[in-house]
């Protein structure tokens, strides 16, 4: 601000007096901005985002921000930090603002502020039903992904037969030790949270004949034989030289 005065000269000789007003201003000495932004609100990534910079001192104040995550920019009648940030992860951004007292020291005043920008998320999109796998076959061809989140994601399995897994690409795959009906549980985790659903797999066992011989007929006498056999039920029987 700035505060006026009006003023009145004399001037006086042995001819006479003559006067003269003026106004007479004292401007105030201009005030460094104060960056008022302590912390940046938290964001997701692929979400939308907003957050006011606030800085007073002697306006106009000029703001300017480096190392903020690509896609965000300042924008807005207000000094808004705004947009879509892409990739997670932790950054510092450093704020400048300016105005004619900084122009006058010919030095900026700076403030470094931590961000953080959290995953989105995962959730695992549907899928069709599994096909069988076979005890002692190897399976693959089973491939989980994500309908929605941030990759990369963690993917863990539970509730699956032994000699089964799942990778990093979310891959199900492997060679089933043992027969049986599943209830595997899928697990997708990154740093925003995590999702798991429940997926049904049946392993079946081929059959293995355990009659090992059988016992001799007598011609015109009625024969009958058992015959055993172990594997996934039911089971279709059919002989062949009789």
Not at 46 to 52: N, V
Not at 119 to 131: R, T, W, Y
Not at 142 to 166: D, H, Q, R
Not at 227 to 238: E, N, Q, R, Y
Request: cysteine-free; hydrophobic content about 35%; charged content about 15%.
């Amino acid at each position: 601000g700035s505060i006026s005065y009006a003023v009145t000269f004399t001037a006086v000789t042995s001819a006479g007096t003559s006067t003269n007003n003026a106004t007479f201003t004292i401007n105030a000495k201009p005030i460094k901005p104060t960056i008022k932004l302590s912390s940046f609100k938290a964001g997701v990534a692929g979400e939308a985002y907003s957050q006011e910079i606030e800085a007073t001192g002697t306006e106009p104040i000029t703001i300017t921000v480096t190392g903020q995550p690509d896609g965000l920019s300042l924008a807005g009648s207000t000094v808004n930090l705004s947009g879509t940030p892409s990739t997670a992860g932790t950054y510092t951004i450093k704020i400048t603002a300016e105005n004619i007292a900084t122009e006058l020291e010919g030095k900026p005043v700076t403030k470094s502020v931590k961000m953080i920008v959290k995953a989105q998320p995962p959730v695992i999109a549907s899928f069709d039903e599994l096909p069988d796998g076979i005890m002692g076959e190897a399976y693959s061809g089973a491939l989980f992904s994500l309908a929605s989140g941030t990759e990369p994601v963690t993917w863990s399995i539970s509730g699956n037969p032994t000699g089964t897994k799942i990778n990093s690409s979310g891959a199900f795959s492997g060679t089933p030790t043992k027969a049986g009906n599943f209830k595997m549980m899928i697990k997708a985790t990154n740093s925003g949270g995590n999702n798991a659903i429940k997926v049904p797999f049946t392993v079946l066992m081929k059959p293995t004949i355990t009659t090992a011989k059988l016992t001799n007929a007598t011609t015109d006498k009625k024969y009958k034989i058992k015959l055993a056999a172990k594997g996934t039920t039911p089971i279709t029987w059919s002989a062949e030289g009789l």
